[in-house]
């Protein structure tokens, strides 16, 4: 017979129920926080809090709602005035400004003599850059002005498709009056008529244009390790934040147009915004956001700088009616008194380069960005080096509108800015200003599209985590439990 022990069963018994307890407490534990985290989430009461300022920078986007909020770095005005003022103020005018005969031509020598990889064969052939325009693009008498030099056709051409050739077409009129001045900060001398040609930046967007691999990445590489490397936590001197923020911003500003116009079938011809690329280069980088308000205050802050020049320049390109309407809007932009009481000093230049070091500091910084605006004489996609071209002489023109000085180093009074250095000001600013509309429209589509919520966990946490309420409820406890995770975990970060 078989003899039960009674006493053992009864343990075995009682573990087995206490495990169960523990099994299920752990259960509702984690069921418990998880809906605590979902409702904190949702319901956060502390969204826009004084706590998130100061915690991070603040990105902030619920299902329905994403913003930044506090005040851009190293700057004056916040991120929710800008967007006001851009979307209500600057950027209707700058679109308009921008289509009127005197800002749509832009004087720029298009060949690519790189002086830094002679042997790259991306930019070594200067016939390439416009292999593929057909001849009978251009109006008789273009052909025959200097200042538009026909290439040759060349088969080995390594840029040659379409969405990356400049269009040249353009009116016969050519400006008028305006010294020729060579800008310090950048490269080309802007006074040599001799390789120049006059492109019309309205037939030419910039957007996708399929250029990409290691000649893109050589001069993205290049110009940050060696030009404007990124500045190390806790760097004080900001003189040598604003180079790099300026670049990055630029560079933010690119991959925004690429992704609002990319070009998804070259067969079928189909553009369409591409929310993933934006998200992936731009929009969950959050410093990248950042440079990008800051050097769109940086060029605001030197066109307003510039006022009474802008005033009282001349706009002549020989229509009439055309060059009235661009000094009109030039007044209206400059002195809008929105724009005067929202953000008066968009960027406060006084406080860069005091002190004794000042002056090296400052010819350092300025030969670094030459050395960038060489770079763009490497850059193997025509279409891109000309904007490319045009927004660094743009962001030339606001670093000399800022902190030009005279033999005594005293800010120089006498500042002289030639025709096309006014071009790409304005040009560069009116590119900026759509990257902002970009920003704010993408970001709330991609949230909408793929459920997104950003912590703003101080630096700890720098990605994002999706989190959606509308999508399965099993989606959103997954997704819940990764924040929860998340949350507690230390910092780690994850990425959808
Ligand atoms: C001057 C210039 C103009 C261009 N214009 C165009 C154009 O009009 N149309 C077009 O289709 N292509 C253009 N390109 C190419 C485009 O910028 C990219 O290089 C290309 O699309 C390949 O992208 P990528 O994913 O390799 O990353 P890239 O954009 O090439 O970035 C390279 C690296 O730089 C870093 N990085 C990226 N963004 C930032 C930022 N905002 N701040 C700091 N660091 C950053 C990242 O580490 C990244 O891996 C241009 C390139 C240059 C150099």
């Not at 259960?27 to 300022?53: D, E, Q």
């Not at 002679?118 to 002005?145: A, H, I, Q, Y």
């Not at 925004?256 to 915004?273: F, G, M, P, Q």
Request: net charge negative; hydrophobic share 35%; proline share 4%.
């Amino acid at each position: 017979m078989l003899k039960v022990d009674r006493k053992s069963n009864n343990v075995d018994h009682k573990k087995k129920k206490n495990n169960n307890n523990n099994s299920k407490w752990k259960r509702w534990r984690l069921i418990t926080s998880l809906i605590v985290v979902f409702v904190a989430m949702y319901f956060n009461p502390w969204r826009h809090s004084l706590i998130y300022s100061l915690l991070n920078k603040t990105y902030i986007c619920s299902e329905d709602n994403c913003e930044y909020t506090g005040i851009v770095e190293e700057c004056c005005c916040d991120y929710e005035t800008i967007n006001d003022i851009n979307e209500g103020v600057l950027h209707p005018l700058l679109q308009e400004l921008v289509k009127t005969p005197f800002f749509r031509y832009f004087k720029v020598k298009l060949w690519c003599d790189c002086p830094f990889w002679p042997d790259d064969g991306m930019c070594r052939l200067r016939d390439c850059s416009v292999c593929e325009c057909s001849e009978n693009e251009f109006p008789e008498s273009f052909k025959t002005t200097s200042l538009n030099v026909l290439p040759k056709d060349d088969p080995v051409c390594q840029e040659g498709k379409p969405e990356a050739v400049v269009d040249r077409t353009i009116d016969v009129k050519s400006f008028r009056g305006w010294v020729e001045v060579d800008n310090p900060w950048t490269n080309d001398d802007e006074t040599d008529n001799g390789e120049m040609t006059y492109v019309n930046l309205q037939l030419n967007a910039e957007r996708h244009t399929g250029y990409t691999g290691p000649s893109a990445r050589r001069i993205w590489d290049a110009i940050y390790s060696e030009n404007c490397p990124r500045y190390a936590y806790g760097e004080t001197c900001t003189e040598k934040k604003v180079l790099y923020k300026l670049i990055s911003g630029l560079h933010s500003s690119i991959s925004s147009h690429i992704a609002a116009e990319y070009l998804y079938d070259e067969a079928t011809n189909k553009w369409a915004s591409n929310l993933r690329l934006m998200h992936n280069r731009v929009l969950k980088h959050f410093d990248r956001v950042e440079n990008l308000y800051f050097t769109f205050l940086f060029v605001l802050r030197a066109v307003t700088k510039a006022t009474s020049y802008l005033d009282q320049a001349e706009y002549d390109s020989g229509n009439h009616v055309e060059d009235l309407r661009a000094q009109f809007l030039i007044r209206e932009l400059v002195h809008d008194s929105r724009l005067e009481e929202a953000c008066a000093l968009p960027f406060d230049e006084a406080e860069l380069w005091q002190g004794q070091g000042g002056p090296i500091l400052r010819q350092q910084i300025q030969n670094q960005f030459r050395n960038i605006s060489a770079l763009m004489d490497c850059v193997g996609c025509e279409k891109c080096r000309l904007w490319g071209k045009l927004q660094v002489l743009g962001l030339g023109t606001s670093l000399q509108i800022l902190f030009s000085v005279d033999d005594q180093g005293n800010p120089d009074p006498d500042l002289q800015l030639q025709r096309n250095e006014v071009i790409a000001l304005l040009n560069l600013l009116n590119r900026l200003s759509e990257s902002l509309i970009y920003v704010t429209k993408m970001r709330d589509e991609v949230a909408k599209d793929i459920g997104l919520i950003h912590i703003p966990w101080g630096p700890l946490i720098t990605h994002w985590y999706s989190f959606n309420a509308t999508t399965s409820p099993f989606l959103a406890l997954t997704k819940a439990k990764i924040a929860f995770e998340l949350l507690f975990s230390g910092g780690r970060s994850y990425q959808i």
